[in-house]
């Protein structure tokens, strides 16, 4: 079987360490995770009406599993302020919920370990279903505070137009 690939002396899989999350074109600094990219295909089943013991199976709706982003607190606010978007208690009537661009799309490049972007996946109209603004205080641990977003998503789609990167030779 032929090998077809820009890169063929590769041939490890990608780590999952190295990653970039962009809100627009705008990469957010400091996220330390991202959940697995998930879509489900419903199946219908049924049956015809003069064969009773069989039954076959069509695809139904695709779902998208939500997103969850996690990032280290620092005092940007920019998860908070798109969480606000969904429900901003200090709104006052009418102003709870901004439907004019509550949703956003997300880019998440994944880098292979010289930093070069070999996969990328566009998230098509986010918007956020949870937010927590911190992890738990604990004055005996030793760990670093993370917040998470949840984001509900409408698909997303590999971008075929990213070609693999000839990786850099060290000498």
């Known amino acids: 079987m ?3 690939t820009a890169n063929a002396q590769r041939h ?3 780590k ?3 990653f970039l999350v962009k809100f627009g074109t705008e990469t957010v600094a400091g996220i330390c995770k991202v959940s697995g990219l998930k879509r489900t295909t419903e199946v219908i089943e049924h ?4 064969d ?3 039954s076959y199976k069509s695809p139904g709706r695709n779902k998208y599993e939500a997103i969850t982003l996690e990032q280290g607190v620092t005092h940007d606010k920019q998860f908070e302020q798109w969480a606000k978007k969904v429900w901003n208690f200090t709104g ?3 102003k709870e919920v901004s439907l004019k661009d509550f949703r956003k799309d997300i880019t998440i490049e994944i880098l292979n370990e010289a930093g070069q972007a070999v996969l990328r996946y566009h998230v098509h109209r986010c918007w956020v279903s949870e937010y927590q603004s911190s992890s738990e205080l604990d004055a005996n641990a030793n760990a670093v505070l993370i917040q998470h977003l949840k984001l509900e998503n409408e698909g997303w789609e590999r971008d ?3 070609q693999e ?3 850099p030779t060290v000498n």
């Open 92 to 94: 006052g009537l009418g």
């Open 47 to 50: 049956r015809r009406g003069g």
């Open 52 to 54: 009773p013991s069989t």
């Open 16 to 18: 999952n360490f190295k």
């Open 160 to 162: 075929d137009g990213l």
């Open 12 to 14: 490890d899989p990608y």
């Open 2 to 4: 032929a090998e077809f």
């Open 165 to 167: 990167p000839t990786e």
